[in-house]
């Protein structure tokens, strides 16, 4: 799969907070939900998405699958630099992850620009078409399953506006590929990925060993050790005649 790299670095003036609190590994209040970081995004792709986001002077955003708030954080921080706001869509913030994505919002001073969405994409992501504008950069990082990461899609891509960034989290599983080569036939959008982090051919190999002696698929160990962003640029609205089908 052969993808445009992305060019886009945050000004050296800019302090990221995702560094610092990747750095300290950790997330939540002492005595009250403080825990290791687990399933967020890795520093280098927090950065990329808060450089888009300033780059593109982006004003609104929204997000699937919160959890430990690290790529929350990373896209607020850029947002609330432009004036803008964020939403989060997470049926398990409270329910799971005891509130520490608004705990690590509060400790940034970001809390004022974020709205919780306290429930799965599917039931979530419709209220957000009574908003008077469309999204300028949403990131979909919630329920892994094709099902539902094409849902995601569906509702991702008649809420951005066009010009707008789409970013996918787990490019390196296949439900995204999946949904990847849907894209690329069907829909209007320039696809990117990031300069740093790709796999290469032995590196691939040898996570997949490491997978085949776990006994797991042979993917498993991927996300994890590469850069795993797929970035997408709508071009334009996505219109078809009334039995259009695309096998993919
Ligand atoms: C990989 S984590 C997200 C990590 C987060 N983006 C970060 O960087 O810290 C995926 C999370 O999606 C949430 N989730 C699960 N099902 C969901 C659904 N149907 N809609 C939205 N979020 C969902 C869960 O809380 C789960 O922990």
Not at 166 to 185: A, C, E, M, Q
Request: glycine fraction near 6%; charge should be positive.
């Amino acid at each position: 799969m052969l993808l445009k790299v992305f060019n886009c670095q945050l000004p050296e003036t800019f302090e990221l907070f995702t560094d610092k609190v990747i750095d300290r590994g950790w997330v939540g209040e002492i005595d009250k939900n403080r825990r290791c970081i687990q399933g967020g995004i890795s520093r280098m792709e927090a950065r990329t998405l808060a450089a888009i986001i300033l780059k593109y002077n982006c004003k609104n955003s929204f997000e699937t699958g919160v959890a430990h708030g690290i790529s929350t954080l990373a896209i607020t921080q850029a947002i609330v630099h432009n004036n803008g706001s964020h939403y989060g869509i997470d049926p398990y913030q409270f329910l799971e992850h005891e509130g520490v994505a608004l705990s690590l919002l509060r400790e940034y001073n970001l809390l004022s620009n974020f709205t919780l969405c306290e429930g799965p994409a599917h039931l979530e992501a419709p209220k957000l078409f009574s908003l008077p504008e469309k999204f300028d950069f949403i990131f979909i990082d919630g329920m892994h399953t094709f099902d539902y990461k094409f849902v995601d899609f569906f509702y991702a891509d008649h809420l951005l506006k066009i010009g707008g960034f789409l970013v996918f989290h787990d490019l390196l599983l296949p439900s995204v590929k999946k949904i990847f080569r849907l894209i690329k036939k069907s829909y209007n959008y320039n696809f990117f990925t990031t300069s740093y982090l790709q796999p290469s051919i032995a590196s691939k190999v040898k996570y997949t060993a490491v997978a085949f002696i776990k006994g797991k698929s042979y993917w498993y160990d991927w996300p994890n050790h590469f850069c795993n962003l797929l970035i997408l640029q709508k071009i334009a609205n996505t219109e078809r005649s009334w039995n259009y089908f695309y096998n993919f």
